[in-house]
């Protein structure tokens, strides 16, 4: 069965596998411009897994992780917001542990001549789920790990350059990462095709883009 991967805005990530649902970095419901009511109710109480990169409010709230939040659901996240979120499974860069029979490695994000995010706050995620591995970096540079990250099918990458790498820099993310597809995130006001121009020389990559709220089969 094809996984589904569905674009919520910024960072926010829906992945459906094997009947089994992941939320990354889900969104407040202030920054969800582009996501109709019924794209909402439809998410409501189904996730195995809730994966929070980092505390910055639009990256989550306590408001949506409850909505999200079913009787089983396990949710993770670094130390500032896990504190804030009854029964949440804390984790740092380096850490792997197993939810719902979804394996979840935390891995370095950070900025590296930027002010809003430092080393050790937050962290990026690598993903093993139906024998696919998907990386959502978080709010990052390009930075050294990503070189040492293994295999990867699926590379969420922000591209917004204000608080993260810019596009050009999430192009040489993506040629050091080598995934099977890339998939550009928080972009603010940069055009998500830019990432797909700067990749299109690289044969061994795919380009993704996704409108908010629309799923996406992946074979």
């Known amino acids: 069965m ?13 992945v459906v596998e094997d ?11 202030k920054y969800r411009k582009d996501l109709g009511l019924s794209v909402i ?13 980092h505390s910055h409010g639009d990256h989550w709230d306590r408001a949506t992780v409850d909505m999200l939040r079913g009787p089983r659901t396990v949710v993770i996240a670094p130390h500032k917001p896990a504190g804030s979120i009854p029964g949440a499974r804390e984790i740092e860069a380096g850490q792997s542990l ?11 994000a950070y900025n590296l001549r930027k002010i809003y995010h430092r080393r050790g706050k937050g962290v990026g995620y690598v993903v093993e789920i139906g024998g696919r591995t998907i990386y959502h970096a978080g709010d990052t540079d390009l930075i050294p790990e990503m070189s040492s990250l293994g295999r990867i099918d699926i590379a969420l990458l922000p591209i917004g350059g204000k ?10 993310a993506a040629k050091t990462i080598a995934p099977r597809i890339v998939i550009p995130m928080h972009n603010l006001d940069t055009e998500v095709s830019e990432m797909a121009r700067l990749l299109e020389g690289e044969r ?14 992946i074979d």
């Open 41 to 53: 109710a439809g998410l409501k109480g189904t996730a195995d897994v809730i994966l929070i990169s």
């Open 98 to 108: 197993e939810a719902n029979g979804i394996a979840v490695r935390a891995v370095p």
């Open 204 to 217: 061994s990559i795919r380009t993704v883009l996704l409108e908010p709220g629309r799923p996406f089969a």
């Open 163 to 172: 608080y993260t790498m810019d596009v050009k820099e999430a192009a040489e």
């Open 19 to 29: 009947e089994k649902r992941i939320h990354f970095d889900p969104l407040p419901e």
């Open 2 to 14: 094809p996984a589904k991967i569905t674009w919520l805005g910024n960072a926010w990530f829906s």
